[in-house]
């Protein structure tokens, strides 16, 4: 089965192109242009007042659109920003810390660029203490109550390895210490139902519309549980917006997860993430049906390395019977050459170190796995 009519702008934009990296930069579908124009529009068309629609109407669908794929049923613990790293600073400034000025961070040794690079530059100034320990060894490392603030990605960017303990990590979090953090990312519209009901009471969570979501850019959420960081240090202007009729000198907060909200920021990326999910409801597209799909081209690729350079790879991520990454990671010392040689021929991978990583979006169909093998059977 093939879904590329609903991306009919970016293939005829390329029309030559293999993309194998949606994990990296999701291809665009037709109905976020629509959204995107439809913002475009009302700014023209409402000026000063479209944030009225803005916040009135979009915002709210998509908090709910964003709390049903985590399977928490809470809309209002959703707040939107232009990227996580925002919300990782404005969580760590209101974090509570038994070290007066000082935090003590846990974290996995896979966690994202953005993450892993603050969490380093503050640990360098000695704002924070950071401890990073391998996937399978965190959930231990976290009940030794050493920490404030613990930190995995549910799906590791760099291996595709899955952290399944969500609910066991988020029962450690309290309010007043320590904080739990999942980065969905990754697993975001890649794994049904990641966070919740249970893990959504004491857990943040955070991801965005940039990957599987394929809404792009300036779209990134997190889930606040409530009752964690009710006044948080870092706050731009919009975390009072319900009531700008505050006395000076006053600094209010939203009673929602809007107390973590910064300045103004551009909407355009939540009109491409609600048009997005309209067009997926529309053609009844689940997170559990394109799963479904994905695991059959993996299959395919998998079934057809046969005695191609690729096999002598060791498949790090190999998938299982319960949620798989989105793509599939081959360590091998060949990586980076391989990769270079693939996007010679136009076919988009990406190499992290020594892993090339083949990732599968909805817009990838049976054809395009048998040109990938093609190319792969190539590889020197």
């Keep these: 089965m093939s879904f590329k009519r609903l991306f009919s702008r970016a293939f005829d934009a390329a029309p030559d192109r293999l993309h194998f990296a949606s994990h990296s930069h999701h291809l665009w579908p037709d109905a976020s242009f629509a959204g995107q124009v439809e913002a475009w529009d009302d700014a023209a068309r409402l000026a000063d007042r479209k944030w009225d629609k803005a916040m009135g109407e979009v915002w709210p669908e998509a908090q709910r659109r964003v709390a049903d794929e985590l399977g928490t049923g809470r809309p209002d613990d959703i707040v939107f920003s232009s990227n996580t790293h925002d ?3 404005r969580i760590a400034s209101a974090c509570t810390r038994a070290e007066p000025g000082r935090l003590r961070v846990l974290a996995s040794d ?3 660029h953005s993450a892993r690079r603050q969490l380093e530059r503050w640990a360098e100034d000695g704002w924070l203490r950071l401890t990073t320990v391998p996937l399978d060894r965190l959930l231990d490392s976290a009940r030794t109550g050493d920490h404030d603030l613990i930190l995995v990605s549910q799906v590791q960017y760099n291996s595709g390895k899955i952290f399944e303990p969500v609910e066991e990590l988020a029962a450690l979090a309290r309010p007043d210490g320590p904080w739990v953090i999942i980065d969905s990312y990754h697993a975001f519209m890649a794994i049904d139902r990641p966070l919740g009901e249970t893990a959504a009471r004491s857990a943040f969570c955070l991801g965005g519309g940039y990957k599987y979501a394929m809404a792009g850019e300036g779209c990134a959420f997190l889930h ?3 009752g964690f960081g009710p006044r948080p240090p870092v706050t731009g202007w919009f975390a009072e917006f319900e009531d700008l009729t505050l006395p000076a000198g006053r600094v209010g907060y939203a009673s929602d997860a809007r107390r973590f909200l910064g300045a103004t920021f551009d909407p355009s990326g939540l009109y491409r993430f609600t ?4 067009m997926l409801e529309a053609e009844g597209l689940t997170t559990a049906r394109i799963s479904a799909h994905i695991a ?8 057809g390395l046969g005695e191609t350079p690729l096999a002598r790879a060791e498949l790090i991520n190999p998938p299982g019977d319960g949620p798989n990454a989105r793509f599939l990671a081959f360590r091998a010392p060949d990586s980076e050459r391989w990769g270079a040689e693939l996007l010679a021929q136009n076919c988009i991978t990406d190499v992290r170190a020594d892993v090339l990583r083949i990732g599968f979006g909805l817009y990838n169909d049976p054809a395009d796995v ?10 020197t």
């Excluded at 048009?275 to 309209?278: G, P």
Aim: cysteine-free.
């Design 296 to 303: 059959g081209l993996q299959r395919r690729l998998l079934d």
């Design 275 to 278: 048009a997005v999910q309209r």
């Design 87 to 89: 919300f990782l600073i």
């Design 110 to 112: 896979g966690e994202f």
């Design 370 to 379: 048998d040109r990938l093998l093609l190319l792969i059977g190539r590889l």
């Design 224 to 226: 606040a549980p409530a």
